[in-house]
């Protein structure tokens, strides 16, 4: 893809969970303190990583901050290349 659009970085796949808008800032900690506690599981890690996959330990802000960023980005590169929906 870098090579057909210069500046264009590598998709890196992300998985997370979303709440509605409006919900309670102590209920999105207590969502994340309690997946955090379950991702740190050595069970857990031991299965992610027999997936290809591996957690990140992050704030709701970080979170946040990553689907803004892609968001943002992809958006971009969409437009750039004149993508539609069929």
Partial sequence: MSELYPGFELITPWLGIFAPAGTSQA???????????????????QRLAKA???SADGTPAEFAATVRKDYDRLGALVRKMNLKVD
Avoid: F
């Avoid at 209920?27 to 890690?45: F, G, T, Y």
């Fill in 27 to 45: 209920i999105v900690d207590k969502v994340n303190r309690d997946v955090r506690e379950v991702l740190a599981r050595p069970e857990v890690q």
């Fill in 52 to 54: 290809g996959l591996s």
